[in-house]
């Protein structure tokens, strides 16, 4: 009778091995295709946001043109309206020209009377917001380039713009495909390399705003303000390349069940040490406190309020700074519970403070995702409601992009309001900037950016915004706040402009509570 083979211990432990460096090596592998396709999306999405942007800068010097060249008592092709075209024209660097058009013929335009007009053709479409749309136009005579023309149906106020402008970035990557289209009609306005119509309509129907059709990883961000979304596509070549990386990587790790053993356990000990994750443990722990830059009255030298700005301060004493671990916060779904903190602490520090001093006002920072539901302005005034304190004495601050959703925004800016707290727009100027939007929107000031601080006296490019935008405030009957003053010219130049109140290094650095409460005293006493 013949015995069954036994295997030798030998074998079973070699067998033990192949399976303890397949299974970890096999599961790695599925992750990093699962975590390079999220990569290629989030890429995808990162340069269509990019491509809308860009965007959205040309039409927002668009709607600017159309606004003052389509005032009543404008007379089209007269020589007051050239004159203003031209003057249009240079205003807003992002137009090649402004013209007027009637039956599809160019009458003038900053290069000129046309005599009968230069022949257009027919519009390819017109647009949701009643402009006739030409995207690949050409001008005989003018330029042999291809040109972008949107006319307004109404007026025949036509803007002439170079398509390339949105997405002239990443010129090194010819396997990338960027461009603008239509939701509606599913025609580009602009584009380089490849598109399908049929992603869109994938789209439409997934409620997506991303999609892989086996060639292509797709990402669209329509526009929340004009009648065209920007979109992006990436190859999957690039994911092949990456399996490949991958795999050179992986497998040599699986050569030994003790060496994939440490660098798991060396990832999974590198991911508690991560931003994100000490982040968490930071809001657990009460590792943050706040700093308080006073704001000063231009004319009077008061200090009337401060701007809460938060600091993080680990166990060991380092000191991490808002620019690294904000962002992450906002990446990893953190942000709310930073203003959360930052709302407890302001009310925490400076409760005493507000009572004695009833004419002073602290801002805090609100993130875009702040402004993206009520609930940290509800918390803020039930905050302030149980501590008994003064809402008028507070005021939120919000950048530009956090309004881009206007529905939501305006539901949270009447929130606040409502209970008496103020909303400032911070770092204008750096955004969206426009007249159209801010009327839209019930605000109490703007806050103007350091960066066009900077260029005061100095002759830069850019030091004729800081006028536009104290023109625009203005305009509207809302104060201003310049940040980032440093010396007394500037301080001079925004006095003599009629901007209300200014903060930054000429008047103090950003101090802790105590130092806050001292300086107040001393100047009350003074």
């Known amino acids: 009778m013949s015995k069954t083979p036994r295997f ?12 303890v460096i397949a299974i970890p090596v096999v599961v790695a592998l599925a992750l990093a295709e699962r975590q390079s396709r999220m990569d290629l999306e989030q890429q995808a999405g990162q340069i269509a946001n990019e491509v ?15 606004s003052v060249l ?15 075209m031209a003057q249009m024209a240079a205003e807003n660097p992002l137009l090649i020209a402004v013209g007027h058009v009637e039956n599809d013929h160019l009458l003038c ?5 046309h005599g ?12 949701r917001t009643r402009h006739y749309i030409r ?25 002439i713009v170079h398509p390339t402008i949105p997405i002239d970035m990443l010129n090194d990557q010819t396997d990338l495909s960027i461009g603008l289209v239509n939701p509606g009609t599913r025609k580009t306005l602009v584009r380089r390399g490849v598109f399908k119509e049929e992603w869109v309509t994938a789209l439409d129907r997934s409620g997506q705003d991303h999609v892989f059709d086996g060639e292509y990883f797709f990402a669209i961000r329509r526009s929340p303000l004009y009648d065209y979304a920007a979109y992006a596509a990436l190859p999957v070549s690039r994911l092949d390349r990456g399996r490949f990386s991958l795999m050179l ?22 991911h508690r040490l991560s931003l994100a994750t000490r982040l968490r443990t930071a809001l657990k722990r009460g590792e943050f406190y706040m700093v308080y830059q006073p704001v000063v009255d231009l ?11 938060i600091r993080w301060r680990r166990p060991d004493g380092e000191e991490i700074s808002p620019d690294l671990f904000v962002p992450v916060a906002e990446r990893f779904g953190l942000i709310q519970q930073i203003t959360q903190r930052v709302c407890e602490l302001c009310v925490q520090d400076l409760q005493t403070l507000l009572r004695q001093h009833p004419d002073f006002r602290v801002s805090i920072n609100l993130s875009a995702e702040d402004f993206s539901s009520p609930r940290i302005a509800l918390y803020l005034q039930k905050l302030l409601q149980q501590h008994g304190l003064d809402a008028r004495q507070f005021q939120v601050e919000v950048t530009e992009r956090g309004l881009l959703d206007q529905n939501t925004a305006r539901d949270v800016l009447q929130l606040l309001r409502a209970h008496g707290i103020r909303v400032a727009i911070d770092d204008f100027g750096t955004g969206y900037s426009s007249l159209g939007y801010l009327t839209s929107l019930d605000v109490d000031s703007l806050k103007i950016d350091r960066i066009f601080v900077e260029t005061i006296g100095a002759g830069a490019a850019t030091s004729h915004v800081v006028s536009h935008i104290i023109a625009m405030a203005k305009s509207l009957g809302l104060d201003m706040i310049a940040e980032g003053v440093e010396t007394e010219k500037q301080a001079d130049y925004l006095r003599a402009h009629g901007v209300q109140y200014a903060q930054g290094w000429l008047y103090a650095r950003p101090l802790i509570q105590q130092d806050l409460s001292a300086g107040l005293q001393e100047r009350k006493l003074g």
């Open 8 to 19: 030798p211990p030998q074998l079973w432990t070699w067998l033990a091995s192949v399976v």
């Open 52 to 66: 809308l942007e860009r965007s959205h800068r040309v039409s927002t010097q668009i709607m600017h043109a159309r």
């Open 70 to 84: 389509t005032a009543p008592g404008q007379r089209p092709c007269s020589p007051q309206h050239l004159h203003l």
């Open 109 to 113: 335009s900053t290069f000129g009377l």
């Open 116 to 127: 009968r007009g230069i022949p257009l053709g027919p519009p390819d479409y017109l647009s």
């Open 135 to 159: 995207a690949t136009a050409r001008l005989p005579g003018l330029t042999q380039s291809t040109l972008l023309l949107s006319t307004d149906q109404t007026s025949g106020y036509t803007a």
């Open 249 to 270: 990587v992986l497998v040599p790790l699986g050569i030994g069940a003790g060496l994939l053993l440490a660098l798991i356990l060396s990832r999974i000990n590198r």
């Open 299 to 309: 004319r009077s030298g008061r200090w009337v309020g401060a701007e809460a700005l």
